[in-house]
């Protein structure tokens, strides 16, 4: 039986390699995959991981739709197994509902990858949409950690350094080093990163770096 899955980790939590692993697993058995992203940190319409491995990817816009497509190319005689969906925290609710289909319908693999919450701790729509529908959740066995050495399980947002709880849902970045991108805004330029953190330092907005200041800031004079 096919099946949707989700597999679901942190920011820097292996997901992309995961699913370019998966997809290789499947190509080398002769299985016929298509490979799908959206918004990747590197552009459009490529897979990259951070240890290095890359791959071409469909670019999935808001408007895509996914059983149509498949559809059309099983109709035009294509072969289509598989389906890899990397950072689909970014998919509409409806495009998860048409991969169920295709699950259901074509009894196609949907192997899906994406975090599932915001940097306000907020499920992303297509996160929770896949929450709802997979036949599988998985959550990635590798762990960030967070500075203090805990499970990060929390994606905090850095404007100029400093830890952010508002602001738009969707902004491509990386990890540590800030990406210089517009600011919310739209008229101030902030470099804006992530850090993965566990629970407690994202309810208390402590970054490593605010960690760090607040260690080397000079004791209080006692009184008098
Ligand atoms: N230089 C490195 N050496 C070994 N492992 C690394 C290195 N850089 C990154 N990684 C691994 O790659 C993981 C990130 O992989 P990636 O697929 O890009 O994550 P995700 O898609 O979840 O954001 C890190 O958690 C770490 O395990
Ligand atoms: C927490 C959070 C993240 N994003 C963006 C930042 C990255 O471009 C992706 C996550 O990619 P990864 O492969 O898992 O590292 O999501 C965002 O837009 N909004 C957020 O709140």
């Not at 993965?196 to 009184?223: D, I, M």
């Amino acid at each position: 039986m096919a099946e949707l899955q989700f597999f679901t980790g942190t920011m820097d939590s292996g997901k992309s390699t995961l699913a370019l692993q998966t997809n290789h697993n499947h190509a080398a058995r002769g299985r016929a995959g298509r490979i799908f992203v959206t918004r990747d940190r590197a552009g459009a319409g490529r897979i990259t991981s951070r240890l290095g491995l890359t791959h071409d990817a469909a670019e999935v816009g808001p408007e895509f739709d996914f059983w149509s497509y498949v559809v059309s190319e099983l109709t035009h005689g294509a072969r289509i197994d598989y389906l890899v969906c990397d950072e689909a925290q970014f998919y509409t609710p409806e495009q998860i509902d048409g991969l169920a289909k295709i699950v259901d319908e074509l009894q196609i693999d949907v192997f899906a990858f994406g975090i599932l919450t915001d940097f306000r701790t907020q499920l992303f729509p297509g996160a929770a949409r896949l929450v709802e529908l997979a036949d599988r959740m998985n959550v990635l066995q590798v762990e960030a950690l967070c500075w203090c050495g805990k499970r990060a399980t929390h994606n905090a947002r850095t404007e100029n350094g400093v830890m952010v709880v508002e602001g738009d849902q969707v902004v491509v970045g990386d990890v540590e080093q800030g990406e210089h991108v517009h600011g919310r805004g739209g008229d101030a330029d902030v470099d804006v990163a992530y850090e993965v953190l566990c629970r407690q330092h994202h309810r208390r907005r402590l970054t490593a770096a605010r960690a760090k200041a607040v260690s080397l800031a000079p004791e209080p004079l006692p009184f008098g």
